[in-house]
């Protein structure tokens, strides 16, 4: 894996918003580097170079990769700092394994405790994602849908774990949305998932949910290994 460290030009001049502290503007940094695959897992963190790439001294750089770390999106590898992690195949899995469970809980409970202008809302994304032309517009309202029901399930622990496991989402890369016909097959799946929530039925509701997720487990380890999931 190489270890390239540099951020792209765009950004580079980018300065802390109003209200912003230097170690806040420095991690918010670094984190939309990862996202955005300007960062990729497997590249070396170094504080020196980033520092300099980013106009600031060390100590924000340090404070920042180790809140990083935290996330999960970096990890220590001495003797030389950190590196973004990366994701074998084995964490793949433990991943969706926990993402199915979470989007199942959080489908289930939403069928059981959403109100009426909460469906109302479910029901408008799903609209949204069915008119969605491209990769990118499609992963938006998945994404949105995902945190609408998750808002739906009235449960702030299943919304501080949730929040969580999406910290270690923004390693994948590229939406399994651009895989041919994903489009139209997880819309169906979406579509599935807030029938059921909207007819209250948490059983239909949360299978639905974690099928969506298991499809896309499937598609995800084929993008980034070549085969199939187990």
């Known amino acids: 894996m190489a270890e390239n460290t540099r951020l792209k030009k765009p950004g580079l001049g980018a300065v802390p918003e109003a209200g912003d502290s230097l170690p806040e503007f420095v991690y918010g940094r670094l984190r939309s580097a990862i996202r955005n695959r300007e960062l990729k897992p497997g590249d070396r963190l170094r504080e020196t170079e980033l520092a300099g790439r980013l106009g600031v001294s060390r100590t924000p750089v340090r404070e920042?990769?180790?809140?990083?770390?935290?996330?999960?999106?970096?990890?220590?590898?001495?003797?030389?700092?950190?590196?973004?992690?990366?994701?074998?195949?084995?964490?793949?899995?433990?991943?969706?394994?926990?993402?199915?469970?979470l989007a199942g809980v959080a489908a289930r409970f939403a069928a059981e405790q959403s109100s009426p202008m909460e469906i109302q809302t479910l029901q408008e994304l799903i609209a949204q994602q069915a008119a969605a032309k491209d990769a990118d517009a499609a992963a938006r309202l998945n994404d949105a849908l995902r945190a609408a029901i998750t808002s739906a399930a009235h449960n702030e622990y299943l919304t501080r774990a949730t929040n969580s496991l999406n910290d270690a989402l923004e390693l994948l890369g590229r939406t399994t949305y651009s895989v041919p016909g994903r489009i139209r097959s997880g819309w169906k799946e979406n579509k599935r998932v807030v029938e059921a929530i909207a007819r209250g039925n948490g059983a239909a509701a949360e299978e639905a949910a974690r099928l969506h997720v298991r499809n896309a487990a499937k598609l995800r380890v084929q993008m980034l290994f070549g085969k199939s999931a187990r």
């Open 64 to 101: 920042a990769l180790k809140r990083l770390e935290a996330d999960g999106l970096t990890r220590v590898a001495p003797p030389r700092g950190f590196v973004v992690t990366e994701l074998t195949h084995a964490r793949v899995m433990e991943l969706y394994a926990m993402r199915e469970v």
